[in-house]
């Protein structure tokens, strides 16, 4: 196998927020990046609507702003006692009958309980004996399951999460859990399901190159050693000799990516994509746009400790 090949069978590139290094051809990107149900800058939540026994609504209610708080992300209102109505039809939410809109930056919330139920049953349990043994008892157990049908909307009108089911489960000995408290840790699961749906994380991509050009391969070099900034210029100056070649704008927009120049790599993934269109030219691309959507809506606010940049 000649230099190039034993070069590009063995080149990876692992980051986090500009720290990398490669092994092989995919580029490893540790970033914060939206959760499923994208929001945007929207920080604050607000409780306006629910359904279901008043117990288990101020459960529910806790959970989500206890939650909240400890997250640091979100921040959470509780207007239920305002009296507002919110009907959910497709995508679309209406607030007090269409006659009042959610103030910008503001997400409304209608949270109605489907189910909140508990029950027993003899579970088989292993224990340790006073001489170092052990011996298996049945005893009762309690099983908490909740049910919630949330829907979130924003200023439009627009639900970004419309009558979805989060389910909740907890479960322990009746000896040690009451049903109260069996069902708020069932709720508590719940909401954290929901609250994590919504809430942007950390998440590592892995991220192809483009290997076709064998002059690019020197800088292939550089990074491999390491020295991502180093290979960033080297891929500059390859660019601006090379403007008509595909792949060398995609590999700089790759190694910026890296750098955290999100701005910046997606002009050159959509250089990229005109010149001379990969499939994974436009996956990557999606990627660098998520990870700068993450950023806007993170300057937006305080950022929690969870989603500040790593150290090396």
């Not at 927009?253 to 955290?260: E, I, S």
Request: charged content about 25%.
């Amino acid at each position: 196998m000649n230099p190039r090949s034993l070069l590009l069978a063995s080149v990876v590139l692992a980051l986090s927020l500009g720290c990398a290094s490669l092994t092989k051809t995919q580029v490893t990107i540790e970033g914060v990046e939206p959760a499923l149900m994208e929001l945007g800058k929207t920080r604050h939540l607000v409780l306006l609507d629910g359904d279901g026994r008043p117990s288990a609504q101020k459960a529910v209610f806790q959970q989500i702003t206890r939650q909240a708080r400890a997250t640091g992300y979100f921040t959470v209102q509780d207007r239920t006692r305002e009296g507002h109505t919110v009907t959910v039809i497709g995508t679309r939410a209406d607030l007090d009958g269409g006659r009042r809109t959610m103030p910008k930056g503001q997400a409304g919330l209608r949270i109605a309980i489907l189910e909140w139920r508990s029950h027993r049953e003899a579970q088989a349990v292993k224990r340790q004996s006073d001489d170092g043994g052990s011996y298996t008892e049945v005893v009762p157990f309690r099983h908490g399951g909740v049910v919630l049908e949330i829907s979130l909307f924003d200023e439009t009108g627009r639900a970004h999460v419309a009558q979805a089911e989060f389910e909740g489960h907890a479960s322990g000995e009746v000896s040690r859990l009451s049903r109260s408290i069996v069902l708020e840790r069932a709720a508590r699961d719940a909401i954290g399901k929901f609250l994590e749906s919504i809430t942007p994380r950390w998440v590592t991509r892995s991220v192809p190159l483009d290997d076709e050009d064998p002059l690019q391969a020197p800088t292939l070099e550089v990074a491999r050693s390491g020295n991502i900034t180093g290979a960033t210029r080297d891929a500059t100056r390859y660019f601006q000799q090379n403007r008509g070649n595909a792949s060398a704008a995609y590999n700089l927009a790759v190694l910026l990516d890296a750098l955290g120049d999100y701005e910046e790599a997606l002009g050159l993934y959509d250089r990229a994509q005109r010149l001379g269109s990969k499939p994974f030219y436009a996956e990557s691309r999606e990627g660098c746009m998520r990870r700068l959507s993450a950023r806007r809506a993170l300057a937006s606010g305080p950022v929690p400790a969870s989603l500040a940049p790593r150290s090396r």
